[in-house]
Nanobody, 117 residues
Framework: QVKFVESGGGLVQPGGSLRLSCTAS????????MGWSRQAPGKQRELVAT???????NYADSVRGRFTVSRDNAQNTVYLQMNSLEPEDTAVYYC???????????WGQGTQVTVSS
């Protein structure tokens, strides 16, 4: 099992920046990707960014060019640097880790990001 400690959410004005962090513990040796998803009120969860072992990254079209996902493998930590934040980015952001065996993906508890003036 994989567990997470997430931090970095909060309230920010439009155009501002936040940095989310997520540190994994437990059965981390089998993790082959880590990333972030988000869920806004009344909407489905959306995959935001993924960092795959070896360095490849993927982003949702809505955040590409504004968000950057990175990992510190020594600290088992994944980061999400969010710049030029927009009110539409308001959501609960969830850290996740993918493993090749059931349950295939673990989720953190989530951290609230609110973009508002």
């Amino acid at each position: 099992q994989v567990k997470f400690v997430e931090s970095g959410g909060g309230l920010v004005q439009p155009g501002g920046s936040l940095r989310l962090s997520c540190t994994a513990s437990g059965s981390i040796a089998s993790i082959y990707a880590m990333g972030w998803s988000r869920q806004a009120p009344g909407k489905q969860r959306e995959l935001v960014a993924t960092h795959i072992n070896g360095g490849a990254t993927n982003y949702a079209d809505s955040v590409r060019g504004r968000f950057t996902v990175s990992r510190d493998n020594a600290q088992n930590t994944v980061y999400l640097q969010m710049n030029s934040l927009e009110p539409e980015d308001t959501a609960v952001y969830y850290c996740s880790a993918r493993v090749p065996q059931y349950p295939y993906e673990y989720w953190g508890q989530g951290t609230q990001v609110t973009v508002s003036s």
